[in-house]
């Protein structure tokens, strides 16, 4: 049977104690089980006119929203009739008229392994909320579907506290939902009634492929499980006028610019040859965001083995030469990103700005990886302190 979700065992065995409560459930359209229903709808059926009230995050409820501060509004679920509220529009926490319609609030999101993803914050959000206004909170568990036996990157710096990190948590992080809103609630210290609905069948070292679940895009540009794959590093082209291949049918995969020398990159990166993956030249036209409508030359990562691949410091390697070799063409994005007016966003996203200056100044990466090693270490013991499940 594969991996069985958080959302399918509460629909199997829902706790007697939530049938008498006002329901709302935070999702998008990954919030399916393995026959492709929809969390609202298996809800529904299950607990009929239990469901109040509908949440929806960044990229909005049917997350058709392609971009960064693109924002959702408010809107009546055309299903259900009722509410769902934008959590990603007019504000990102939670107000008090938002949660006053339920008793319980349910999250089902699938979440990417990646610490700029929001979604982990808009739940960590929700949690906060509902400490302030007495309400409970479920997580129906969902794979990471960049495993949960590696963990990868420096751990955010509170100098780069954003929407986009508000935990000191490395870049590829290794838990799950579940496990994250433990961590957050536990040892952050949200404090708020929380119930978690596990897996069954999961284990550490599972990627997505490996679960038998479908892959539901959880944002318009992680169309595909190896998107995800590669995200945890190739997020960082968001921060800088190279293109991460939005606009491309193969975004973060595929990432390039004008300017680029790929012969130069390609002897920094020995030969094209990576742990794990092949990177393998590119050219590709944008159809929207950076470079629109013009030639780019870059490349493609091919993975070839999950489980040698570590994309974050794959894609600061590749980082540090594009921003080498191409001085003068080569640029750090300008604010605003995610609600940020003054700070660059490369050091929002990587987490740390003495990790972009060391790139800057063409600093050896081994060395700089070196740097962030012990608080990765802590992060490693504390993080296993809130695992739900073993390799």
């Given at each position: 049977m594969g991996v069985q979700t958080g959302l399918e065992r509460f629909i199997e065995s829902?706790?007697?104690?939530?049938?008498?409560?006002?329901?709302?459930?935070?999702?998008?359209?990954?919030?399916?089980?393995?026959?492709?229903?929809?969390?609202?709808?298996?809800?529904?059926?299950?607990?009929?006119?239990?469901?109040?009230?509908?949440?929806?995050?960044?990229?909005?409820?049917?997350?058709?929203?392609?971009?960064?501060?693109?924002e959702s509004e408010d809107m009546i679920d055309p299903i259900l009739k009722i509410p769902v509220f934008s959590l990603y529009g007019q504000t990102r926490i939670p107000l008090k008229e938002m949660f006053d319609p339920i008793d319980v609030l349910i999250v089902d999101l699938q979440d990417v392994g990646t610490r700029v993803y929001t979604f982990i914050y808009t739940m960590s959000y929700c949690l906060?909320?509902?400490?302030?206004?007495?309400?409970?909170?479920?997580?129906?568990?969902?794979?990471?579907?960049?495993?949960g036996s590696v963990v990868e990157g420096n751990c955010l710096s509170s100098e780069c506290n954003s929407f986009v990190g508000r935990f000191p948590i490395p870049m590829r992080h290794g838990?799950?939902?579940?496990?994250?809103?433990?961590?957050?609630?536990?040892?952050?210290?949200?404090?708020c009634d929380l119930e978690i609905v596990k897996m069954k069948g999961w284990d550490?070292?599972?990627?997505?492929?490996?679960?038998?679940?479908?892959?539901?895009?959880?944002?318009?540009?992680?169309?595909t499980t190896m998107s995800a794959m590669v995200y945890p590093g190739q997020v960082l082209w968001e921060g800088t006028n190279v293109s991460e291949g939005r606009g491309t049918t193969q975004p973060f995969e595929i990432f390039g610019a004008p300017f680029i020398d790929t012969e130069?990159?390609?002897?920094?990166?020995?030969?094209?040859?990576?742990?794990?993956?092949?990177?393998?030249?590119?050219v590709f036209e944008p159809t929207s965001n950076k470079w629109k409508g013009t030639l780019c030359r870059?490349?493609?990562?091919?993975?070839?083995?999950?489980?040698?691949?570590?994309?974050?410091?794959?894609?600061?390697?590749?980082?540090?030469?594009v921003c080498f070799h191409h001085k003068g063409e080569f640029e750090w994005k300008q604010p605003p990103y995610e609600y940020e007016s003054k700070r660059l966003p490369i050091d929002l996203i990587i987490g740390d700005k003495e990790i972009r200056r060391r790139i800057e100044k063409n600093d050896d990466i081994d060395e700089i990886a070196g740097s962030w090693q012990d608080d990765l270490n802590e992060f490693i013991e504390i993080s296993k302190m809130f695992h739900l499940y073993h390799s």
């Open positions: 829902p706790p007697k104690w939530i049938l008498g409560c006002r329901l709302g459930l935070l999702s998008n359209p990954a919030s399916v089980d393995r026959d492709f229903r929809h969390a609202r709808e298996l809800i529904n059926l299950k607990m009929p006119g239990r469901l109040a009230a509908l949440y929806s995050p960044q990229h909005g409820f049917f997350a058709e929203k392609q971009d960064n501060m693109i906060e909320a509902a400490k302030k206004f007495g309400k409970k909170v479920v997580v129906l568990d969902r794979p990471n579907p960049v495993g838990m799950t939902m579940g496990e994250l809103s433990l961590l957050f609630n536990n040892y952050y210290g949200t404090g550490r070292n599972m990627y997505f492929n490996d679960t038998g679940l479908p892959w539901i895009p959880p944002s318009p540009n992680l169309p130069k990159v390609l002897s920094d990166m020995g030969g094209g040859k990576l742990e794990g993956a092949i990177l393998r030249c590119n870059g490349f493609q990562i091919h993975i070839t083995d999950p489980n040698k691949f570590n994309p974050y410091i794959t894609s600061v390697k590749l980082l540090k030469s």
